[in-house]
């Protein structure tokens, strides 16, 4: 059942190439066009869309944010990420002409379902990204687009939450093709990129040891930070709930643009600091921004810690250890950079002897409001 590893937290993180490789197998048609699984959208309202909202709770929300770059990139529709819980009690400006998109592994948080029922009693049409086959939001969404992940177990998410960035892509990219946006050909590239990424979150499993090995002396440690811009702010949130729902440690993910508002006056000597280094070939000078947070905190005693994409040797001289993941174009980058902070979060969750698969206090699905 376990697939050999010790717990289903480390399979299901063994899982993950898999997990997006099958998410996106045969999901899109020789035109272009997106197989969704149950339920059909008319193509004029997906054409006449003018806003998205992303509903989602926990690690599903984190996904929502990784695909709100993208879809907002690609499609130029603006994107909305909410909370479902917050959601529908802040009277949302919600229309014929609003999607939504519910993210949910489960497909059973009752929070995420009820935001899905106000959305569409406000008239807006809703799409599922469920992982589990028939459950609630599957059912009641006017269509779904599954993750196909296979079960999920362990209560903390990892490989549902690389599969529901994946899904997020694919339909950023039919609404980029749909209305227009995109060339085929620039269609074509971007689904190549993806297609690329399975084999790349194997090198990192692969390469993995020396991230378990600093997680193995960190078991008595009081608080993390995360630090991440642009797409590594959400892997950024993402490593710090790991790190809280698995060790029990207090931990914070920041953006990194935020540092010297405020994060930065928690900084003292010996903080371990975890930095995700934007690509150097993505928006000019956010790289060498965020390089100059990992001197920030460095210089006020900081212990740093980053990852970086394969080739990019600037860290080095700046951090304390540096994680490199292989190189992919920017949009792409969060289901690498994520890898080693899961990894992280589990292994010094099982070197302070807890249950990884069934945290204290958390439930795999919450179906209470
Ligand atoms: C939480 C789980 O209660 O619900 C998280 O512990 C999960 O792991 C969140 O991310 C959302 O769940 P779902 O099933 O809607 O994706």
Not at 12 to 32: F, N, S, Y
Not at 160 to 174: E, H, N, S, V
Not at 343 to 352: D, Q, V
């Amino acid at each position: 059942q376990k697939g050999g590893f010790a717990t289903f937290m480390e399979k299901e993180i063994h899982d993950q190439p898999t997990a997006v490789a099958d998410t996106l197998r045969g999901r899109i048609d020789e035109k272009g066009r997106l197989q969704l699984d149950g339920g059909m959208i008319d193509e004029y309202v997906l054409k006449s869309i003018d806003k998205i909202i992303i509903v989602a709770c926990g690690t599903a929300s984190y996904a929502g944010l990784t695909a709100r770059y993208a879809i907002e990139h690609w499609t130029r529709i603006p994107v909305e990420v909410e909370l479902a819980h917050e959601f529908r009690y802040r009277d949302p400006i919600v229309s014929i002409k609003t999607l939504v998109v519910a993210v949910s592994q489960s497909g059973e948080t009752m929070d995420t379902i009820m935001a899905v029922r106000h959305a569409q009693q406000q008239g807006a049409t809703v799409i599922g990204v469920v992982n589990a086959q028939g459950s609630t939001i599957a059912r009641e969404a006017d269509a779904v687009l599954y993750t196909r992940a296979g079960p999920e177990i362990a209560v903390a998410s990892t490989k549902a939450f690389l599969a529901q960035i994946t899904a997020g892509y694919l339909l950023g990219i039919y609404l980029a093709e749909l209305r227009g946006n995109k060339f085929p050909d620039e269609i074509e590239a971007l689904l190549e990129q993806l297609d690329a990424i399975p084999a790349k979150v194997q090198r990192v499993l692969d390469a993995s040891e020396p991230i378990r090995e600093l997680a193995r002396t960190m078991a008595d440690e009081r608080t993390v930070l995360f630090l991440g811009r642009h797409v590594g702010f959400p892997v950024a949130l993402e490593g710090a709930l790991k790190l809280k729902e698995l060790a029990y440690i207090h931990a914070e993910g920041f953006a990194a643009g935020e540092l010297k508002h405020g994060p930065i006056a928690l900084v003292e000597e010996g903080q371990p600091v975890f930095i995700v280094l934007p690509s150097p070939r993505g928006r000019e000078s956010l790289h060498s921004k965020v390089i100059s947070n990992v001197q920030e905190v460095r210089a006020r005693g900081a212990r740093t810690f980053v990852i970086a994409e394969e080739g990019d040797t600037e860290a080095d001289n700046y951090a304390e250890q540096v994680f490199y993941v292989p190189a992919a174009p920017v949009l792409m980058t969060p289901l690498l950079s994520v890898v080693p902070l899961q990894i992280f979060a589990l292994e010094l969750a099982a070197a302070k002897g807890y249950d990884v698969d069934q945290p204290r206090n958390l439930a795999k699905s919450v179906t209470v409001e």
